[in-house]
Structure formats: C-alpha cells, structure tokens
T-cell receptor, first 110, second 112 residues
Framework: DQQVKQNSPSLSVQEGRISILNCDYT??????FLWYKKYPAEGPTFLIS?????DKNEDGRFTVFLNKSAKHLSLHIVPSQPGDSAVYFC?????????FGAGTRLTVKP | NAGVMQNPRHLVRRRGQEARLRCSPM?????VYWYRQLPEEGLKFMVY????????ESGMPKERFSAEFPKEGPSILRIQQVVRGDSAAYFC??????????FGPGTRLTVL
C-alpha cells in the first residue's frame, strides 16, 4: 500500500534557483512529516520535519510546507546548490509507524 | 556520540546461505527499525523492535526473515536460505520514543 507518494522520480534545477519537491499522503492519521536526504552508498540523513499542527517550518535554505486538507507537503530549497544533489525521501509518521515515499532524485546543475 | 552503526557494510552470500546483519543504535536509543531498499525503489519498512520485543513486523516476509534486539548487544536481522531477490540495501534506524529516526549507513547484500 502506497500511503506516501512522491510522483516525480527526478528533478533538475539550475544552481541558485528554487527546488520544489512534492509529496502526497493518503492516511489522515499521520501527524508528523519528515524529509530525508540520501547520497549514494550512504544512509538517509534527517533534513527537516513538521508537525501536523503547523503549516510551515523553515531551517536555513530549507522550508517544508504542509497542506493538511490536500494531504500534501512540499520541500523548498532556495537557493539550490550543487551539493544538494541527492535523493530526497518524504516520510509520514503516526506513533512509531513511519512510511516513506519512493524518493525524488534532485540534480542541481552548476 | 557515535551514530547508528551497521555491519558489515557489504555482504555477499550464495543462494541458500544465511545472512546476518547487525545494527547498533545510537546511544540512548531503545527503538530500532529495519528498512529494505530494492534497486530504484524507496525505503520499505520491515520491522520495529524495542529491547527484547518485536513491536511491529508487518513489513517483514513471513518466511526466512527474522529480527531480534536482545537486552545486550546489537539488533540482528537474519535472512535464512537467501535468494537472489533478497539482494538489496538494508538500513537500520534508531530513535527515542516518537522521536526522529536516525539511519545507519546500510548493509548492501548481494546474493550470487
């Protein structure tokens, strides 16, 4: 069952521009959402999270937006840097049950 | 403060052999999760354990796969009689209760 979906397998942006990664979920019980970043041959690294009681959380160049009515969240990276090139996983959690999307491969071109 | 440790990083097995994957959680974490990533796919939840207890194993195949997290020592994911389809990256994560999960570097299992 795909409770968390990332419909774009890949995204390419120019250095300095904004990267927007999207994620949709189906289970309204999820109350906490996370983004992880993964480089090849490494484990996922926690990036940023948001509670369901908020609609925005910002940390430096990274901002996560949550639209509960649409069951949609997005990660904005601005400005994008070549070092941001990685696979980004969206995750949704209820209690300790966490489900991941399939990931979006972001490529930031110099 | 060491992060989540996994070993071995790479494991090669022939069909029919057993694979044992180890995970040591971050200091102070008592919750361990195992995930599998098949090529070109996302992370699939397998099992969630606390010390000496399996809390949720709904994502783990019913046969050949087992997991434990003993009172002392690392968590072990055990795959018996491996088949080629078991080839994947296996990631372990740990957390305090209801806190962010932190991942280890993964074990890449190759079944010949």
């Amino acid at each position: 069952d795909q409770q968390v979906k990332q419909n774009s397998p890949s995204l390419s942006v120019q250095e300095g521009r904004i990267s927007i990664l999207n994620c949709d979920y189906t289970n309204s019980m999820f109350d906490y959402f996370l983004w992880y970043k993964k480089y090849p041959a490494e484990g996922p690294t926690f990036l940023i999270s948001i509670s369901s009681i908020k609609d925005k959380n910002e940390d430096g160049r990274f901002t996560v937006f949550l639209n509960k009515s649409a069951k949609h969240l997005s990660l904005h990276i601005v400005p994008s840097q070549p070092g941001d090139s990685a696979v980004y996983f969206c995750a949704a959690r209820y209690n300790n049950d966490m489900r991941f999307g399939a990931g979006t491969r972001l490529t930031v071109k110099p | 403060n060491a992060g989540v440790m996994q070993n071995p990083r790479h494991l090669v097995r022939r069909r029919g052999q057993e694979a044992r994957l180890r995970c040591s959680p971050m200091k102070g974490h008592s919750h361990v999760y195992w995930y599998r990533q098949l090529p070109e796919e996302g992370l699939k939840f397998m099992v969630y354990l606390q010390k000496e207890n399996i809390i949720d194993e709904s994502g783990m195949p019913k046969e050949r796969f087992s997991a434990e997290f003993p009172k002392e020592g690392p968590s072990i994911l055990r795959i018996q009689q491996v088949v080629r389809g078991d080839s994947a990256a296996y990631f372990c994560a740990s957390s305090s209760y209801s806190d962010t999960q932190y991942f280890g570097p993964g074990t890449r299992l190759t079944v010949l």
